[in-house]
């Protein structure tokens, strides 16, 4: 399956910033459990999400748990994106 635009700049944004291996990560892994981001991490994450993509989580949104790993993250941005879009 190819890579959604937003798939492709979440993983470069982890790789850049929290300098995440990708070809060693199970992307369903949580997170913050492998000690790759912390809460001013997410935090970091979240606003550069929503200036890239033109989207607003709320505080049940980041409290969810749904944007724990990366399959997850670009799960949940995907289905942001799509209800922008509707």
Known sequence: MAATR???????YLSD???VDFALLDRSANLFELGLIDSF????????????????FTDDDMMSGKMASFDGLVRFVGR?????QT
């Open 6 to 12: 937003h798939q492709s700049l979440i993983q470069r």
């Open 17 to 19: 910033q929290l300098l």
């Open 41 to 56: 991490g997410f935090i970091e994450l979240i606003s550069y999400l929503e200036l890239e993509f033109g989207i607003e």
């Open 80 to 84: 942001k994106l799509d209800g922008r």
